[in-house]
């Protein structure tokens, strides 16, 4: 049932293997760190395990990635986020129920130093689909702007509607703070709440944990609904 889909952390039975909290970005990075980390690996012949063959959350993938998973810039953004909003994730081994209901996934599979080419990005949208037909996720939250573009393409909104029910228009927001201001997308469909975040690689372009603080009302929201909604 999961082997075609795009799944960046393990599976939990009746936590995030459906009505989860997803959170999508645009594709699988490679950072020159990851790079050397690849290398050093390679010379010391030490592989990476089978994905399939170790349990890890989102919030701490150190028994697939080891040691160097707790320098991923990615993961430790969107973690702090979380406790901005309130909500933080218990990175210790696998955590509680409600960071064990996180599934991360990307429009697209595949990887690179950073988005060549967002048409092909936007073409991972029939496989995001199959994706949500398996996992009905109760909660998505989009990392990067244009996320919320693809979605709502016109060729694009039908397919994900048919999955996650007929959607709200748009409600796009920027927060009343000083420095760079960055769009904050809020679109519910029928059995799904989405929020498209700002990428957190925008940090080298003035995005700021005071700025993602200050969505914490809506957010908080969001995740307090679906945290009595699931039984957490």
């Not at 998973?69 to 702090?80: C, S």
Request: charged share 30%; proline share 4%.
């Amino acid at each position: 049932m999961y082997d075609n889909l795009n799944l960046g952390n393990s599976i939990f039975k009746g936590l995030n293997d459906k009505h989860g909290l997803v959170i999508c970005g645009y594709e699988y990075g490679w950072s020159k760190s990851d790079q050397a980390e690849y290398e050093r690996r390679e010379a010391e012949g030490l592989n990476y395990p089978d994905k399939n063959e170790v349990t890890f959350t989102f919030a701490n993938k150190e028994l697939f990635l080891g040691e160097h998973y707790w320098k991923i810039p990615y993961d430790n953004r969107i973690a702090k986020w979380f406790e901005l909003w309130n909500h933080p994730l218990n990175r210790d081994g696998l955590g509680d129920d409600f960071t064990k209901s996180i599934m991360q996934t990307n429009i697209s599979n595949t990887q690179n130093n950073a988005v060549e080419d967002y048409e092909e990005i936007a073409r991972g949208v029939d496989d995001f689909v199959e994706f949500l037909k398996v996992l009905s996720p109760s909660v998505i939250l989009f990392m990067g702007r244009k996320n919320s573009d693809f979605i709502n393409r016109t060729d694009n909104l039908p397919k994900i509607e048919s999955v996650l029910g007929k959607s709200k228009p748009r409600d796009i927001q920027r927060a009343e703070t000083d420095g760079r201001k960055f769009d904050v997308v809020f679109q519910d469909f029928e059995n799904c709440r989405t929020v498209t975040l700002p990428h957190p690689s925008n940090y080298q372009y003035g995005l700021s944990d005071e700025y993602i603080a200050s969505f914490k009302p809506q957010l908080d929201d969001i995740l307090s609904e679906y945290k009595v909604k699931r039984g957490f």
